[in-house]
């Protein structure tokens, strides 16, 4: 199996595996206050500070079940007087648009933002879009179905200027680039660089004040109540602390699998957004009279999709591409290839002339 689909998930790093196997066996709780259970706890506090590593300085590293979770703490549990509007893109993770379409549900107001053909968001479109109403803007660093870059320092800015907070959808971004300065939250996650599944975590900038989500005994900071894993923790930050070691050479890596998948492809295939602001580690394409699922299934052999992996099973072509204002024949003839740290170079370019065999036998059964 050739694996190209590190957006979805990326394979666990050794490192990560070595940092968690110990606590198989040490099955200490760390909020109790024996011996066992400090000992599980300073694990924990290790991996914070390997995450916080990675975030800006003056914040709090407060641990999830995932991104999803850290996502729905900051866009719930954000409050802030005389405000109730949240300002967000067409272009986000469900994990954002269906908890805005709950919060709209509950009496808040959400604006959704286009983006252009790029998938890039408009500045100027935005800061006309925030009113003195508006209590949080969200947008993603790194869109997962497309890699396009958003300016997250200069849409913070923006924010504040309105006197808003901004919340930065990091998933795709952390540990693979800077997260850059300006966000009041952050949300990541450990599957994406190479560390463990169900374990995630939302930075908190100082000053900024959340309601808690999860009632109970408050263990995590007083905003997430339930028992840590210390396992999932120190995969967590194990993981996060390679790929904060290795972001240049990985992005070298990354840069060279770029180049190496489009000459193997060929001609014919066009890229989906911008691929100037864009991380290279996702190569979203399309072909004209491409049957994408087809493809899918003919091709047993290689792991890609036809876009996230959250949607992937709806059988309704993606949100993203139709935002870039593609129909929705031209977006199920798009396939998503995502690569990265263990990806060789010619374990890609076999898939991909693969790939492009596969959809020249499409074209001839459409001949």
Request: glycine fraction near 10%; charge should be negative; charged fraction near 20%.
């Amino acid at each position: 199996m050739i694996y190209l689909d590190y957006q979805a998930t990326t394979p666990l790093a050794p490192e990560a595996k070595a940092a968690m196997l110990p606590w198989l066996e040490n099955y200490a709780n760390p909020h109790s206050p024996n011996r066992a259970g400090r000992e599980a706890a300073a694990a924990i506090e290790h991996a914070r500070a390997q995450v916080a590593s990675g975030l800006p300085q003056a914040g709090d590293v407060i641990f999830t079940s995932g991104a999803t979770e850290a996502l729905n703490l900051a866009l719930g549990g954000v409050v802030l007087p005389g405000r109730d509007e949240i300002v967000t893109v067409d272009s986000e993770h469900a994990a954002v648009l269906d908890t805005c379409e709950w919060l709209e549900g509950q009496g808040r107001t959400v604006r959704r933002m286009p983006v252009g053909s790029d998938g890039l968001l408009d500045l100027e479109q935005l800061r006309a879009a925030i009113t003195s109403r508006t209590a949080l803007v969200a947008v993603m660093l790194v869109n997962n179905e497309i890699g396009v870059i958003q300016p997250i320092h200069e849409i913070a800015a923006i924010a504040h200027q309105h006197g808003a907070l901004m919340l930065c959808d990091a998933v795709q971004g952390f540990g693979r680039m800077a997260v850059p300065e300006g966000p009041d939250l952050i949300a990541c996650c450990a599957h994406k660089i190479h560390g463990p599944k169900a374990i995630g975590a939302l930075w908190v900038r100082d000053g900024v004040n959340l309601h808690p989500l999860i009632h109970g005994g408050g263990q995590e900071r007083g905003l997430r109540s339930g028992t840590l894993s210390p396992m999932l923790c120190a995969g967590f930050g194990a993981a996060a602390a390679v790929a904060i070691t290795r972001r240049q050479q990985d992005a070298v890596h990354v840069e060279r699998l770029w180049s190496v998948a489009l000459d193997a492809l060929g001609p014919g295939w066009t890229v989906n957004g911008s691929t100037d602001q864009r991380y290279r580690g996702n190569l979203n394409i399309r072909r004209e009279g491409l049957d994408a699922a087809r493809l899918l299934s003919d091709l047993r052999g290689i792991a890609f999709s036809l876009g996230s992996a959250c949607a992937s099973g709806s059988g309704r072509p993606s949100h993203v591409l139709r935002t870039l204002g593609l129909g929705d024949g031209v977006a199920r003839s798009s396939i998503r290839l995502g690569f990265g740290r263990y990806t060789t170079e010619d374990e890609l370019a076999d898939a991909c002339r693969q790939i492009t065999a596969a959809a020249d036998v499409q074209s001839r059964w459409v001949a």
